[in-house]
């Protein structure tokens, strides 16, 4: 008995020994890299949606689990659909972990879309993790007195869809609709952020906005929702969220594989709701540091507790996950790439 317990503890022995010093090495880095310091996390939509929500969120705990206990400073830097923001954390930023960023998914793959002001390759970026898996939809105001998708698809006139750029779920969304399933509508662009794609719609400016996102329904527009003033159309997830009411189902308008493949690329992406990115170049011990942070401030049950009181969700995603997503559409075959850039009107 005593015999087969030794090798056991020998083992367990043997790993903790080799994971101390590795994790003794990237505390050492981070400390040397933010004690005394600030990080500024750079926020590519402006104040007021999801993606401001969640980062000051993150920002508001994260200096307590990264070694050196650095102030943090959120920094909205809206444009180009979060563009913006990943072209400054790929080439403008410092790469010693001074600045993060938060961009959406869509425009994190704006490369493999051939867009070429993506001046950044998806991979090289440092993911850190991801705040929430999220299923987006589009919606309508009631005085558009739209009830439904099929309105849309029947109309005569097109009907309005704001969206803050092309690189965006919103703009990306609306073509969809409009390709796959002959949604007759115009597309808005040149709002700042989704919150001002809401605000537009109220004021009737747009009649619908899609890039609707559940965590961004519920921080932004959970009032409008409660009214009845503000109606989902359209929801995009496999599987139909209550949250979503009696919204239409793409998915089930759908009558091909091609077509369903075509739809996993574009709302796969959806899933990566809130991923934190560093820039290229960063020191793998602080890379390690930064994604162990990210994760355990994801945990924290004050962060926990602030957003239950603003009523979002946290359904975090490691780092190490969102590296090997991004890295899965690249393994994307050509010929689904090719709808969809046409689905997009972009040119090879």
Excluded at 154 to 160: E, F, R
Excluded at 247 to 261: G, I, M, P
């Amino acid at each position: 008995m005593n015999s087969t317990r030794k090798p056991l503890r020998f083992a367990a022995a043997l790993g903790l020994a080799l994971i101390l010093p590795a994790a003794g090495a990237q505390a050492d880095a981070a400390s040397d890299a933010y004690a005394g310091r600030q990080l500024t996390i750079v926020i590519g939509y402006s104040p007021g949606g999801g993606y401001d929500t969640y980062t000051r969120l993150l920002a508001k705990h994260l200096t307590r689990h990264i070694p050196g206990n650095p102030s943090i400073v959120a920094q909205n830097m809206p444009g180009a659909g979060s563009m913006k923001a990943a072209n400054y954390l790929y080439n403008v930023a410092p790469r010693d972990g001074s600045y993060l960023g938060v961009f959406s998914a869509p425009t994190a793959l704006e490369p493999l879309m051939g867009n070429r002001n993506a001046k950044y390759e998806t991979a090289k970026f440092a993911w850190l993790g991801n705040m929430f898996r999220d299923t987006h939809g589009c919606a309508t105001w009631k005085s558009t007195g739209i009830e439904s998708l099929q309105q849309i698809i029947d109309s005569k006139t097109p009907i309005v869809f704001g969206a803050t750029s092309v690189s965006s779920y919103g703009y990306q969304h609306a073509r969809v609709l409009s390709e796959m399933v002959g949604a007759n509508l115009k597309i808005v662009t040149g709002y700042k952020g989704i919150k001002d794609v809401g605000l537009a719609l109220q004021q009737g400016e747009v009649q619908v906005a899609c890039a609707m996102a559940v965590s961004t329904v519920k921080s932004a527009f959970r009032n409008d929702i409660a009214s009845g003033d503000m109606k989902m159309l359209v929801q995009f997830g496999k599987k139909d969220l209550p949250f979503m009411g009696k919204a239409v189902n793409f998915y089930s308008l759908l009558k091909t594989d091609e077509q369903r493949r075509v739809a996993d690329l574009f709302f796969g992406q959806s899933a990566i709701a809130r991923p934190v990115a560093g820039p290229p170049g960063l020191k793998p011990e602080l890379v390690a540091a930064l994604r162990k942070a990210v994760a355990d401030a994801a945990r924290d049950k004050q962060l926990l507790a602030d957003a239950e009181k603003i009523g979002i969700d946290i359904v975090f995603e490691p780092g190490e996950a969102v590296a090997a997503e991004f890295a899965s559409f690249y393994e994307t075959p050509p010929a689904v790439i090719a709808s969809a850039k046409k689905i997009m009107g972009r040119k090879d």
